[in-house]
């Protein structure tokens, strides 16, 4: 799983440095394709339940799945892009959001108290403790800066499937749900929106928006319990794959 992570780290940023004004949806999706090919992966989510793409890309009001098309990036914007692959029997999982050059302070805070709500989750992916535990990180975190937490999308367990058991969801109280044992492997991803937290699917049965169509975020990673805390699987923004570089990292930040 290591392995199928570094492919997912690897594609998001290459996909990442492609959001640029005038570049399409699709235009990443092949990006996206091609990279993963590359590395001899497969992607996990084309042709998964009929999802037609290799990569969800999810501008401004689109909370996940919306399907690359002709949708152009324009300066402002904020893009999500949720990636698997498949390697050598194994899935992982991943998601960033990311601007599109110059965007709003409204905007930015979001993507931060995001984020680090992935961080602060993750934290909680311990031994002994409970799925619960990373629900409520997330959901406190979020609330606490006025942000809406999404309820009807959850992360999830990942191995040899691309969903398996539990179920993560980002809300919840602290020491309920299964608990978290050596050797589970999880996708946490917070989705949190600017505005209300409802939501609406689509007539393409994939997309989800906003109800408000206010912004949304979603960043994720796919995360071992091993009896030394965290390993992130999916490392795209830190080059320590344990979460506690980048925890220790954002604490100080807070401090300052």
């Not at 709003?104 to 934290?123: D, G, K, M």
């Not at 691309?162 to 991803?189: D, F, Q, W």
């Not at 912004?215 to 319990?225: C, D, G, I, N, Q």
Request: glycine residues 10%; charged residues 25%.
């Amino acid at each position: 799983m290591r392995r199928a992570g570094e492919v997912v780290a690897y594609v998001l940023r290459r996909v990442a440095e492609a959001c640029q004004p005038g570049v399409t949806t699709k235009e990443l999706d092949a990006i996206a394709e091609a990279y993963t090919r590359e590395c001899g992966a497969i992607p996990s989510f084309k042709g998964y339940r009929g999802y037609p793409a290799a990569l969800c890309v999810a501008v401004n009001e689109e909370v996940v799945h919306a399907i690359p098309g002709r949708r152009m990036l324009h300066e402002g914007d904020i893009v999500g892009l949720d990636f698997g692959a498949y390697l050598n029997g194994y899935h992982a999982d991943a998601a960033m959001t990311v601007p599109v050059g110059e965007i709003s302070e409204e905007a930015r805070r979001l993507l931060e108290v995001t984020e680090e709500a992935l961080y602060l989750a993750i934290a909680q992916a311990k031994v002994g403790n409970r799925v619960g535990d990373i629900s409520y990180a997330v959901q406190r975190h979020a609330e606490s800066h006025g942000f809406g937490v999404v309820r009807e999308l959850v992360g999830h367990g990942i191995g040899r499937s691309l969903h398996e058991k539990p179920e993560v969801p980002n809300y919840g109280n602290p020491g309920t749900g299964p608990k978290l044992r050596e050797g589970m492997t999880l996708a946490i991803e917070p989705m949190i929106n600017q505005g209300t937290a409802a939501v609406e699917f689509m007539p393409d049965r994939w997309t989800v928006v906003t109800a408000d169509r206010k912004l949304s975020a979603h960043f994720e990673h796919t995360v071992a319990v091993t009896k030394n805390g965290p390993l992130i699987l999916t490392p795209w923004a830190d080059t320590e794959s344990t979460v506690g570089g980048k925890e220790m990292v954002w604490q100080q930040k807070q401090k300052v």
